[in-house]
């Protein structure tokens, strides 16, 4: 019996968005190793520097842990300590998620995202570039992934948020269906 559940069709869709924003953004760890094997070949052997593209290291590392936190919030790779968590029922380790999400992570992510605001929009206003010469001219789109982050953490806040009520309310099982009729 396949019951269409409005909550675990939501925790399914921003799940399956979490990972697909997570495995695109990954891409930029192999990248960033290419670039940062040319920085050093160029630099030290053919004794050439090369400002931007030492400027997107930055960049794609900055990308990979803003643009990844949703990501590994849904793996549950976030630092937790775990004294008194991991011996718990998945009830009351629901109950334990349930606060943070409402009490830590949508709050902080809330406050993340206003108090970035007007820092991104002035970068954005005036187009901000590299302080270096010969740097890359769009500092402005690295200063927006400090709106896509916690835009991210609240999407898959709400993803968790979601599973957890389902946990508690003996429905967890319809997440753990879907999920295993279609892999990602």
Same mark, same amino acid.
């Given at each position: 019996? @396949?019951v269409? @559940?409005?909550?675990?069709?939501?925790?399914?869709? &921003?799940d399956?968005? $979490?990972? =697909?924003?997570?495995? *695109?953004?990954?891409?930029?760890? &192999? %990248?960033? /190793?290419l !670039?940062?094997?040319?920085?050093?070949?160029?630099?030290?052997?053919? @004794?050439?520097? @090369?400002?931007? %593209?030492?400027?997107?290291?930055?960049?794609?590392? $900055?990308?990979?842990?803003?643009?990844?936190?949703?990501?590994? &919030?849904?793996?549950?790779?976030? !630092?937790? !300590?775990?004294?008194?968590?991991?011996?718990?029922? +998945?009830?009351?380790?629901?109950?334990?998620?349930?606060?943070?999400? %409402?009490?830590?992570?949508?709050?902080? $992510?809330v406050?993340?995202? =206003?108090?970035? =605001?007007?820092? !991104?929009?002035?970068? =954005?206003?005036?187009? +901000?570039? $590299?302080?270096?010469?010969?740097?890359?001219?769009?500092?402005?789109?690295?200063?927006? *992934?400090? &709106? /896509?982050?916690?835009?991210?953490?609240?999407?898959?806040?709400?993803?968790?948020?979601?599973?957890?009520?389902?946990?508690?309310?003996?429905?967890a099982?319809?997440? +753990?269906?879907?999920?295993?009729?279609?892999?990602?």
């Open positions: 019996m @396949n269409k @559940n409005p909550l675990a069709t939501l925790v399914k869709g &921003l399956c968005f $979490s990972e =697909w924003t997570g495995r *695109s953004i990954a891409w930029l760890t &192999l %990248l960033m /190793v !670039v940062t094997f040319t920085v050093v070949v160029m630099r030290y052997v053919l @004794n050439i520097g @090369n400002v931007q %593209l030492q400027e997107s290291i930055i960049y794609m590392h $900055s990308f990979v842990f803003l643009l990844g936190a949703g990501y590994t &919030l849904k793996h549950d790779g976030h !630092v937790r !300590v775990d004294i008194f968590y991991r011996p718990l029922s +998945e009830r009351g380790k629901a109950i334990i998620n349930l606060i943070g999400i %409402l009490i830590l992570l949508l709050p902080v $992510s406050f993340i995202l =206003w108090i970035s =605001w007007d820092y !991104v929009i002035f970068s =954005w206003h005036t187009l +901000e570039g $590299s302080q270096e010469a010969g740097g890359i001219e769009a500092i402005y789109l690295l200063k927006t *992934s400090l &709106l /896509v982050m916690p835009v991210l953490m609240i999407l898959q806040g709400i993803a968790e948020l979601g599973r957890n009520i389902l946990v508690l309310a003996g429905q099982h319809l997440i +753990e269906e879907d999920s295993q009729e279609h892999p990602v």
